[in-house]
């Protein structure tokens, strides 16, 4: 792993509670995608890579999300 993604991967411990709580593994995962892609500057083979999912799963997950909000 490069110093990049180690860096990328630091997060405060309250941050990771506060999403856990009173939510589905939907809504969850959801949230992590989301702030995970957002940490990584749009770059998405980054944020797949630090997930432990491949950029293909990634994208489709993205588009689940997209769909469900028309």
Same mark, same amino acid.
């Given at each position: 792993? *490069? !110093?990049?993604?180690?860096k990328? @991967?630091k997060? /405060?411990?309250? &941050?990771?509670v506060?999403?856990?709580?009173? &939510? *589905?593994?939907? /809504?969850? /995962?959801?949230s992590l995608? &989301? $702030? ?6 749009? !770059?998405k $083979?980054? @944020? $797949? /890579? ?8 990634? *994208? &489709?997950k993205? !588009? !689940?999300?997209t769909?469900?909000?028309s």
């Amino acid at each position: 792993m *490069s !110093k990049d993604l180690v860096k990328l @991967t630091k997060e /405060e411990p309250d &941050n990771l509670v506060r999403y856990l709580v009173g &939510n *589905s593994i939907e /809504e969850v /995962e959801r949230s992590l995608i &989301n $702030a995970t892609l957002e940490r990584c500057m749009g !770059k998405k $083979a980054l @944020t $797949a /890579e630090l997930l432990g999912i491949t950029p293909r799963t990634l *994208s &489709n997950k993205l !588009k !689940k999300y997209t769909e469900s909000r028309s």
